[in-house]
């Protein structure tokens, strides 16, 4: 069953290639030549679900074939529940001023502790939520889920530089997950879980 993961980060499709095995073959936007003068779907969601149903949905029309997509990231009690969906909003509100590209962690996440620092709030909370749906063409059949795994921020510590890897702990882990291998880090992480759960509706 081959399945149009909706995205070029070919670093996540080979995670989740990884945990699906053999029951599905995942290719990325960028191995499919049309993809390329199309325009991205619109994430104007409120939440990571809502914009990973408007993303699988786009897709799963456009390519007229299942499309998968995740929408997923940190939310920050001290920072209330920042920077979720709204990591640039976020770095204008907290970081005025600064220059940062937020697709370079190690740009983005060192501002993002700053601004815990200046919160007020001492608590290090943070909660890595993970939001897939899988879509066919024509909205014949959509299937979703949604997991998250509890931690807290801490410095960078970890030499795999991914997402906010370097910077989250896990509850109950003296590793950050940069700092585990790739399957340690499948077997407590959300992505995996919630995968399992699209797998097994298909």
């Given amino acids: 069953m081959k399945v149009v993961f909706a995205s070029k980060n070919k670093k996540k499709a080979l995670e989740l290639q990884r945990m699906a095995k053999e029951k599905i073959e995942l290719i990325v936007l960028s191995d499919i030549k049309e993809s390329e003068n199309i325009p991205q779907a619109e994430e104007n969601g409120n939440t990571f679900l809502e914009n990973a149903k408007l993303k699988a949905k786009y897709w799963a029309d456009k390519l007229n074939m299942i499309a998968l997509a995740e929408d997923s990231g940190i939310e920050i009690d001290a920072l ?56 066919y063409p024509n909205n014949e059949k959509t299937i979703e889920a949604i997991n998250s795994l509890d ?52």
Wanted: charged residues 35%; hydrophobic residues 25%; glycine residues 8%.
């Fill in 151 to 202: 931690g807290e921020m801490c410095e960078c510590k970890g030499t795999r530089e991914f997402g906010f890897d370097q910077y989250f702990r896990p509850n109950n882990c003296n590793k950050t997950l940069s700092e585990m291998e790739p399957e340690e880090k499948d077997k407590i992480g959300p992505r995996l879980k919630t995968f399992e759960k699209i797998l097994e509706q298909i």
């Fill in 80 to 135: 209330n529940g920042a920077p979720g969906v709204y990591t640039k909003r976020c770095i204008e509100e907290y970081c005025k001023g600064e220059n940062v590209n937020e697709d370079k962690p190690a740009e983005l996440y060192p501002k993002i502790l700053e601004a815990m620092k200046k919160s007020g709030n001492d608590s290090k909370t943070a909660h890595w939520i993970s939001s897939m749906v899988l879509a």
